[in-house]
């Protein structure tokens, strides 16, 4: 079993920045990563990072914004947002034990899931 907390959501202007945080506890997961959902829309997969060989993954729609990194150490997965635009509003999720991560393909599941903290990007 894996638990994740979350953290650092917040309201932001277009432009600026946040870093959320993922603390987790149990086991260690490999993959973890981060998914949000908008109002209306479904879940996407925004990052993900392997802890074994550090190699990560982005949605096309956050690259060059947006980096995930982890501190092993501490248990803790970040999610540092530049950059962000009024579209990135959305609830945003840490998950772990990610499916697809090391294939060509898009994430599109996790075994485990944080409760999720809001962002919100005012113009």
């Known amino acids: 079993q894996v638990q994740l907390v979350e953290s650092g959501g917040g309201v932001v202007q277009a432009g600026g920045s946040l870093r959320l945080s993922c603390v987790a506890s149990?086991?260690?997961?490999?993959?973890m990563g981060w998914f949000r959902q908008a109002p209306g829309k479904e879940r996407e997969f925004v990052a993900g990072?392997?802890?074994?060989?550090?190699?990560?993954r982005y949605a096309d729609s956050v690259k060059g914004r947006f980096i995930i990194f982890r501190d092993n150490a501490k248990n803790t997965m970040f999610l540092q947002m530049n950059g962000l635009k009024p579209e990135d509003t959305a609830a945003y999720y840490c998950a772990a034990d990610l499916n697809n991560f090391h294939l060509n393909s898009v994430p599109t599941y996790a075994n485990y899931w944080g409760q999720g903290t809001q962002v919100t990007v005012s113009t």
């Open positions: 990072i392997s802890s074994l060989d550090r190699r990560t």
């Open positions: 149990g086991r260690t997961s490999n993959i």
